[in-house]
């Protein structure tokens, strides 16, 4: 076994990651890949990335299709993980938008916005977790790893605050769960990155300018997908059980509490 491995080994562990199709899923499936973990890699629209991924990880992974934005969605991908792969271990709901929703906006495009980020940035991911905690209690235990957002917990700009209180609500729920759950090896963990180098990030950057993405980083730097995906990775080790309930923050400083 390399060293890498011999620090944090993922062999045998199925790992399912939600919108593993985009920059920091796919970072976080080629982590697990990688630590010898067996991926989900769940993708909305974009099949040909997915199996480019699992190309790229040397066909060690699972594609799934499921659309989160629809109620039924998650259930359905949770289903045929668990028919194709049986026990899962880990669950990393990562799949996030984020709308438009000004407040000058007609009602219909407002509520519309509000719908869209809650369902697939709060929603799915619960009834995922509601899922896996079922799962879980009995196949032994498992963890949960929340991908949310330093706009969770400071806010977040004036055009896209559905996103902020999607991020803030996942935050909550991963508190919940570990304080619910811990005693039934259920494991949750939140993680609460600034802006990661994705196509998102970009389009902000295109929208308001570098200096309001990075202008308030210490670092002066975004997070990067690889930065994040090693975080993961590391809450998903067996032996990081008092990490339960924890956000971790990965912001370069730009948030500090």
Request: aromatic share 4%; hydrophobic share 45%; with cysteine.
């Amino acid at each position: 076994m390399s060293p890498e491995r011999a620090g944090i080994s993922l062999e045998g562990k199925t790992v399912l990651v939600t919108g593993a199709s985009g920059g920091i899923g796919g970072a976080i499936v080629r982590r697990i890949a990688a630590l010898g973990g067996m991926p989900v890699i769940h993708y909305a629209r974009n099949a040909a990335a997915a199996e480019a991924l699992l190309s790229e990880i040397g066909g060690a992974g699972t594609p799934v299709q499921a659309d989160l934005s629809v109620p039924e969605g998650a259930t359905a991908l949770w289903q045929e993980a668990v028919a194709r792969c049986g026990r899962i271990h880990a669950l990393v709901n990562n799949a996030g938008v984020r709308g438009l929703a000004r407040v000058g906006d007609d009602l219909a495009l407002w509520q519309s916005a509000w719908d869209s980020d809650l369902r697939v940035n709060l929603l799915a991911p619960a009834d995922l977790c509601r899922l896996a905690i079922r799962h879980f209690r009995d196949a032994g235990g498992g963890r949960i790893v929340n991908i949310a957002s330093r706009a969770g917990q400071r806010g977040y700009t004036e055009d896209h605050m559905p996103y902020g209180a999607s991020k803030a609500g996942l935050i909550n729920l991963t508190k919940s769960i570990a304080r619910n759950f811990g005693k039934d090896g259920v494991t949750a963990v939140a993680i609460a990155p600034g802006f990661v180098r994705t196509e998102m990030a970009e389009s902000f950057v295109a929208a308001h300018g570098r200096a309001a993405a990075v202008g308030d980083i210490p670092t002066g730097e975004m997070v990067t997908p690889e930065e994040l995906a090693d975080l993961v990775a590391f809450t998903l080790r067996d032996a990081q059980v008092s990490l339960n309930g924890a956000t971790l923050d990965v912001n370069g400083g730009s948030y500090l509490r």
